[in-house]
């Protein structure tokens, strides 16, 4: 069963806002069996739409849409698709109490143009928007369904969630999909294949594998489709279980999990709290920390010591260690963990000095040279990496170093 997905919106052409939505329903309808044969983003135009629609249509058996539904004039998705599918728009009192019932709640008043948002296509099956004012639309034709959706993120979502997917589902004889991702980090793409190719050569062929990396992580993906959930899972599992035993070290986990997620459970667990003082990174690795829900009860603060008069007034870093060494050194490195540990008053502390670049670099130290120390209760650990030549690149993966030199630490 394959999909097109078709978003609509020049603010995306012209790269004003990211496609997250096509992202999310890609990645949702995977997990129901149906497999993505295009994504699209196509202009706010009336022949773009049809022309578009008509392709998808003869290709596919599901086309999602989202964006332009929405009471101004450039919103033509709804006008258009109800001709298309020889449609006539009607007025819904339901859908209008709901538009005003949402209104009321946010203290918005109405006007003329929420009344569009009740109009809808007769041979539509509208799927209520508990989130926003624009209901989405399914149309059906030839044994095909077409999903019309708000651009809103949320409201798309919403719609899906609560209506869509059941939709596809009830309509379709889908196979299960089954995926299942190992989170790795602190090896290139290239070298873990090198390391790994023996396993990967006698994969049963039904699995697939795909390499998906990013700076400072790599994901390793496998999957597979059947019919037989439970042989489809052990089938992927039992290969996930012999890479598990090739590369321990290199995993950090799996699927949706993330470094920051797996540290706080870890934490939580030992009753300890962490500390940054940050240089390079200047307060990347806060940022990622006070980015998961409850961090307050593990995380204390930061210090972003910047200069070395930071170093030295903050984090009690003698300038004279400073200048023997160089600030960015395991010595200073080392210090700036004990020094941050000490004054924020946790078990652990993070400390980063590095080269971010793109300026900076000497031919001893050059540009994405960073040195990492973690300190705890009765340890200091350091470790100095060599990192590339972009500079929110250098942040990003010194970042996910930090991460995982911590988590290592804690386990």
Known sequence: MNAHIITIGDEILIGQINDTNSMWLAFELVKLGISIDTIITIHDKKEDIINTLTVSLKKVDIVI???????????????TLAEYFNSKLSFSNDIYNNVLSFLKKRGVKTNDLNKLQAMVPDKALVLPNMQGTAPGLLFEQNNKICISLPGVSSEMKGIMNEFGFNAIKSRFDLPFNFYHTTLITGIGES???????????TLPEEISIAYLPTPGILRLRLGMTGKDRIFVENKVNAEIDKLKLLIPELIFGENEQTLENIISELLIDKNATVSTAESCTGGSIAKTFTSVAGSSKWFSGSVVAYSNDIKNRFLNVPMTI?????????QVVELMAMGGRKQLKTDYCIATSGIAGPDGGTDDKPVGTVWIAIAGPDFVIAKCFKFGKEREINIKRTTIASLNMLRKALL
Not at 65 to 79: A, E, F, R, V
Not at 191 to 201: K, P, S
Not at 322 to 330: C, D, L, R
């Open 65 to 79: 849409m989202t964006g332009g539904l929405g009471p101004t004039n450039d919103d033509i998705t709804k006008s």
């Open 191 to 201: 070298q873990l294949a090198e390391r790994i190719a023996d396993w990967e050569n």
């Open 322 to 330: 400073i200048e023997e060494h160089g600030a960015v050194s395991q």
